[in-house]
């Protein structure tokens, strides 16, 4: 009778369900937050940079705008540089520049489409334009350009150095100028109007050079771009004619 007893409590035992550790009860019934869209993330990267400047944007200030945790991100990224290096790339996917069109358009008429068309991206995005003094942009928009770019280079008759740097110089170029404004028509564009007072009212005999030139005087930053971009063609062309 012992020995049925014993077996008879061992197989109730077996029987009934182990209950459920509360922590493991509750890690089933809460999914955790939804995945969130790695194109919603870097836009809402830009919009930060944009509104409040590239050192507002952290991983933990990202994922509150988002609403969600910061483990999301991370699957998406490392860390921060690489969140930049998108952020970066997402300027330059809005240039849409055919690269055989480039190359039936001569090398002088490529390169000016193609900085006067970087110069406005980026100048959109002035604040996001300075992370790119950060590290060389790798994402895939800005390899198509420089690989436009240098192509064209190449095909008409540029050494591969040459090429190389006039490309590296001409980026430089724009960036320099793109961090220094906003987009046309944007609030936030410096006054141009004391400067051109102050050139106007001073002393001839201490600035005759000055006053000589004070009607025209400051330069629209448009027209300097593309004035300095003339010059850097001008140059470009005869290194191509040297080499």
Do not use: K
């Amino acid at each position: 009778m012992l020995l049925l007893w014993l077996f008879e409590e061992v197989g109730r035992f077996v029987a009934e369900p182990v209950p459920a550790r509360a922590g493991a009860a509750s890690a089933r019934r809460s999914p955790g937050r939804p995945p969130v869209p790695l194109e919603r993330i870097v836009a809402t990267a830009l919009r930060i940079v944009d509104e409040d400047g590239s050192d507002a944007l952290s991983m933990r200030t990202l994922a509150q705008r988002l609403g969600s945790g910061t483990a999301t991100l991370y699957r998406h990224f490392d860390n921060r540089a690489a969140l930049i290096a998108h952020v970066v790339d997402r300027m330059f996917g809005v240039v849409e520049l055919n690269g055989d069109e480039l190359l039936a358009m001569g090398w002088e008429r490529a390169l000016r489409t193609l900085a006067h068309a970087m110069f406005d991206a980026l100048a959109r995005h002035r604040n996001a334009a300075r992370l790119m003094v950060e590290q060389i942009p790798l994402g895939p928009n800005a390899m198509a350009l420089r690989e436009s770019c240098v192509a064209v280079l190449l095909d008409s008759g540029f050494p591969p150095r040459v090429a190389a740097y006039a490309y590296a110089t001409l980026a430089r170029y724009v960036l320099g100028f793109a961090v220094q404004v906003n987009g046309p028509g944007d609030a936030g564009r410096p006054d141009d109007t004391q400067a051109e007072a102050a050139f106007r009212s001073v002393d001839p005999d201490l600035f005759p050079a000055t006053v000589a030139v004070a009607g025209v005087m400051p330069v629209p930053i448009e027209d300097e771009f593309s004035f300095g971009l003339d010059l850097l063609l001008i140059g470009l062309a005869r290194l191509r004619d040297e080499a």
